[in-house]
């Protein structure tokens, strides 16, 4: 059950995910691809929410056709692990989650009772290898590829019923494989200039003296994650959470009342709306477009299912 082949991931991100999947160009260009095309804003957690939900219909769809059983992932609204955010800056959730811990712990769960798994490992050695390469398809196939912003080079099956599903959502594969991992890689093209943009280091170094008032010592947020583990060894669940939330909930307001993470965000926003290549800024418009013009599709799509 495979996804992309990378030869080169890396990527930090300031704002929004602590690691993001990689990027590039593929050899499936769109002609409309531009940045003067109409713009679209970034979809809602809900939103995805209902795209994830089309897309694993039309997987389950697929898989059927092809005389396997397959379970649609639930992909309802889960509460976001804001834990992989570069700081955390909301009180409320801290409060819940601290960093996240039993929310990793609740996705490695549900991923481990996945029912495909089970069904899978139940078929036949030849119908198992069969469902890999009606699911995910392989290397003996048409590929698709995409040079990374980075570097390198991710390539995925062009056939496969995820290839299929994502055809029928999104319009074309290739362009959405293309945009998806090139949109998704570009944080380290301008996280180390971002970071040493006056407004942040001024708002870092007041988050950070904060925390020293709330009697954490640290230097930035990263480095309260690096801590973290030593701090909670050998506690009992609920005194890693403890622990935890009271680092979190301290982070939180002090990004509050230092406007750490709104300083964070806007600059994001500057850089990928303004400062990057061309091409990655068409990528970013496209994705956008594609998703937008996928919402519609989904709706049709999940509105049949009941």
Not at 12 to 33: F, K, N, W
Not at 75 to 97: F, I
Not at 159 to 188: I, M
Request: hydrophobic letters at 35%; charged letters at 30%; proline letters at 4%.
């Amino acid at each position: 059950m495979r996804r992309a082949i990378s030869s080169a991931c890396t990527a930090t991100v300031i704002v929004t995910l602590a690691t993001a999947g990689c990027t590039t160009e593929t050899s499936d260009r769109p002609h409309h691809d531009t940045a003067a095309a109409s713009p679209a804003r970034e979809l809602t957690d809900a939103e995805r929410a209902r795209l994830r939900s089309a897309e694993e219909l039309l997987v389950k769809q697929c898989m059927e056709a092809e005389g396997f059983t397959y379970w649609a992932a639930p992909t309802a609204v889960v509460e976001k692990n804001k834990a992989y955010a570069y700081v955390v800056d909301d009180v409320a959730w801290a409060k819940r989650n601290g960093y996240g811990g039993k929310l990793a712990k609740k996705a490695v769960k549900a991923r481990l009772n996945d029912p495909n798994l089970a069904y899978l490992e139940k078929l036949p050695a030849r119908e198992r290898a069969r469902y890999d390469r009606t699911l995910d398809g392989d290397e003996t196939g048409r590929m698709l590829s995409v040079d990374m912003p980075t570097g390198g080079t991710v390539r995925t099956p062009a056939d496969s019923c995820r290839a299929t599903a994502a055809e029928r959502l999104y319009g074309s594969y290739g362009t959405w494989f293309r945009v998806k991992k090139t949109t998704d890689s570009l944080t380290p093209l301008y996280v180390p200039v971002l970071k040493r943009e006056k407004r942040f280091v001024t708002a870092l170094k007041a988050w950070s003296a904060c925390m020293r008032t709330a009697g954490h010592p640290y230097a930035d947020p990263p480095a309260v994650r690096a801590e973290l583990e030593e701090l909670t060894d050998g506690l009992s669940e609920a005194e890693a959470h403890a622990v935890e939330v009271e680092l979190a909930v301290d982070e939180a307001t002090c990004a509050q009342r230092t406007s750490l993470a709104d300083t964070a965000r806007a600059l994001e926003g500057e850089y990928r709306a303004e400062k990057l290549p061309r091409r990655y800024r068409e990528a970013i418009a496209t994705r956008r477009q594609l998703e937008a013009a996928a919402l519609d599709r989904a709706e049709d799509i999940t509105g049949s299912q009941h």
